[in-house]
């Protein structure tokens, strides 16, 4: 009974103990990552699993015998373990958060350091910015102020023209160049030497006029200024070449006296450093004297047999300018970019007048109050009279600033617009060309023009008694018509072959290609490339041979952007407001000198050997250094239409521009260079080396 009570009492007591441990040990499982499905079992742990208590009644296994007997773990001790375990699971919850917050609040420290480093930094950034920006505004009043002296040049130079008193007009007065143009056509009989020495101040007033096109700016443009510069242009290269052609006749009429004995036909070259005239006379008429060959030179013409038994004069007048092609369009601003710089210009004046207006009545106002206080107080007077002539002096002296600073304002406007629209591409493609016909925007002219004239032998001078007497055609000097228009009095198909011509190439031109020879069509006033064939070039000799179909003006062409895009460029300092410009391109190296506002070709380089050039050491203004270049073969300088022929990353014209403004301050202090990314960013970004 005894042994039954304890354990019914043991049994009733076991199932509350069992419950609490089993709670213990499930959440102590818990935490050491047993759970449910941990390896010591699977699903919930069955009741063998639980710890047995003594007097459980044979519940759980029995414990096996050994020789030590292991201490039992007491209730208490269990609890105490578990409570233990609970206080180091919260105290370790607890280190961890305070932990988690130390970190979190070092992080935020950091970020507010670097926040506030990154705030100083942009302040002192924006300070510099500042300090930079009023440096670069003082800067960049060079540009209004460079295009003050070339306004006050430009004026000298009409004084500097007067005070020469040389005899030649002014070619910006149209009084004086109508003057000079009506004297010199009643001017007659005038040798070839005398027409050629003449010559040279009408090249120097047609340069003139050119320079006057192409130096000022648009806005100081009229357009009835444009048209009489033009007008004087077209006039004076017309009459030159009449001049030539009538001094040719008077040579002609004399070619009887300048026969050569050998051939007994005339041969007779003259030269000159812009002109050279070669001429053949035709008087024995012998249909076996077919070549011609001017002496000491290779120039010449193989005539077919028509020609030779007739009688014919052969004219090659190799002009080293080109007077023939159409001039070239002025670069005009828009009407309404004109308009509103008009407008910006009157509004400032009226500013400019309003202040000075408002102060001159303000010191009026104060000489009268001045006056007032004379009648009263005559020491009082004198101090206030002073007082008032320092005020007006200072008034003047700010008037005289306001002014000024508007003035360059002003210029600034007209500087900008003028480089803006010295890199604006044109939006339209010049006008459609019919086959063979040359296309003036992408080939240029080289080497002046050959004027080819078969020209009809006028009536020779004959001594009598002692007298010169020649008949004189009142039609004056005529071409003959070869071939002629009707062809019906000649029995053979092949009567009137090509005429073959060999030409010199001008000694100071550069072809980087063979030249393409072609011919100017009178009618339809362009080159052309038909008419033309059997062309061979000799490079080492500088010779050009080709048969001709009919004569006529004949010049040598090469594509305008051969050296375009560049390869590679580089901008160098030498000295103060002195830079080194170097442009390499397929062909050839470049170096150009800039100082001021001069340029100077410094080196050429053609497949690595030094070609040596009249340019070289020259010192020229912008605008005559660029033709002279261009005139020389050596064209690296873009025009409007230039990216309708060759593939480039075109830019905005504004972005460039500004590049450009600050290269140029900087150039004497640093180095520029191409940088390959500029082809790989957007055309609102420009990317170069420094």
């Known amino acids: 009974m005894r042994q039954a009570g304890r354990r019914a009492t043991t049994d009733s007591a076991s199932p509350v103990l069992n419950n609490v441990i089993k709670s213990r ?20 742990p069955s009741s063998q699993q639980w710890l047995s208590l003594p007097g459980s009644g044979g519940q759980g296994p029995k414990a096996k015998k050994s020789g030590s007997k292991k201490k039992k773990v007491t209730k208490a001790e269990r609890l105490k373990l578990l409570q233990e375990e609970e206080e180091r699971r919260l105290k370790e919850e607890e280190e961890a958060r305070l932990k988690y917050e130390k970190e979190e609040m070092e992080r935020l420290e950091i970020q507010r350091i670097e926040k506030e480093k990154w705030h100083q930094l942009e302040a002192k950034d924006l300070e510099r910015r500042n300090e930079e920006l009023e440096e670069l505004y003082l800067l960049e009043r060079c540009f209004p102020e460079a295009e003050k002296l070339k306004q006050e040049t430009r004026l000298l130079s009409q004084w500097k023209h007067y005070i020469q008193c040389d005899g030649s007009p002014d070619p910006s007065v149209a009084q004086e160049m109508n003057t000079f143009i009506s004297l010199w056509k009643e001017k007659t009989n005038e040798t070839f030497e005398e027409v050629i020495e003449k010559s040279k101040v009408v090249l120097n007033l047609i340069e003139k006029l050119k320079f006057i096109l192409l130096e000022t700016p648009p806005c100081d443009l009229q357009d009835k200024n444009i ?25 002609l009429r004399q070619a009887s006296t300048l026969a050569d004995l050998d051939s007994g036909n005339m041969e007779k070259v003259i030269k000159d450093e812009n002109v050279t005239l070669y001429v053949w006379a035709n008087l024995k008429k012998n249909p076996r004297h077919r070549s011609v060959r001017f002496s000491e030179t290779q120039i010449g013409f193989e005539i077919p047999r028509i020609l030779a038994t007739s009688d014919i004069a052969v004219r090659l007048l190799h002009t080293h300018y080109d007077h023939v ?23 400032d004046v009226k500013n400019v007048e309003k202040a000075i207006s408002k102060e001159v009545e303000e ?53 900008s617009a003028a480089q803006l629209l010295l890199v604006e591409n044109s939006s339209e493609k010049p006008d459609f060309f019919e086959d063979n016909v040359v296309d003036l925007c992408q080939f240029t002219t080289l080497g002046g023009v050959y004027h080819l004239d078969i020209l009809e032998l006028p009536p020779q001078c004959k001594p009598v008694m002692g007298w010169m007497i020649v008949e004189i055609l009142k039609e004056g000097l005529q071409k003959y018509t070869y071939p002629p228009e009707t062809t019906e009095d000649f029995e053979t198909e092949n009567a009137f072959p090509p005429i073959e011509v060999t030409l010199e190439v001008h000694e100071n031109v550069i072809f980087f290609e063979d030249p393409v020879v072609v ?21 080492k000799e500088r010779l050009v041979t080709f048969s001709l179909d009919t004569f006529g ?51 050429i380089k053609l497949k690595d050997k030094k070609h040596i050039s009249i340019l070289e050491g020259t010192w020229m203004t912008p605008i005559p250094f660029i033709i ?10 873009p025009t409007r239409h230039s990216h309708f022929y060759v593939v480039i990353n075109n830019k905005v014209p504004l972005v460039e521009v500004k590049a450009y403004r600050q290269m140029a301050l900087l150039s004497s202090a640093f180095a520029f260079g191409w940088s390959k990314w500029n082809l790989l960013c957007n055309s609102t970004k420009v ?3 420094w």
């Open 25 to 44: 040990s499930y959440f102590t499982a818990k935490r050491v990552g047993l759970g449910n499905n941990s390896y010591l079992g699977v699903g919930r």
């Open 227 to 251: 048209i009489q510069y033009q007008e004087s242009i077209l006039q004076l290269q017309e009459l030159l070449h009449l001049k030539f052609s009538v001094a040719t006749e008077i040579l």
């Open 325 to 347: 092609s159409a001039l070239h369009p002025v670069s005009t601003p828009s009407k309404e970019h004109t308009s509103a710089v008009t407008e910006l210009v009157k509004d």
């Open 363 to 415: 010191e009026s106002k104060q000489q009268e109050r001045g006056s007032h206080l004379i009648q009263e107080e005559k020491i009082k007077v004198e101090e206030e009279q002073g007082d008032i002539e320092v005020k007006m002096s200072s008034a003047e002296e700010e008037s005289e600033a306001i002014k000024y600073e508007r003035e360059m304002k002003v210029l600034s406007e007209i500087v």
């Open 519 to 539: 011919r100017w069509d009178a009618e339809g006033k362009h080159w052309r490339t038909d008419g033309i064939s059997n062309v061979s070039y000799k490079p």
């Open 553 to 603: 003006p004949v010049t040598l062409i090469q594509d305008a952007h051969i050296n375009m895009p560049y390869q590679s460029w580089e901008l160098r300092p030498l000295d103060v407001n002195k830079v080194l410009l170097t442009v390499t391109t397929v062909f050839t190296e470049i170096q150009i000198q800039i100082k001021e506002n001069l340029c100077m070709l410094s080196s």
């Open 628 to 637: 002279a270049l261009k005139e020389a073969g050596l064209n690296i300088f």
């Open 687 to 689: 990317v170069f080396k």
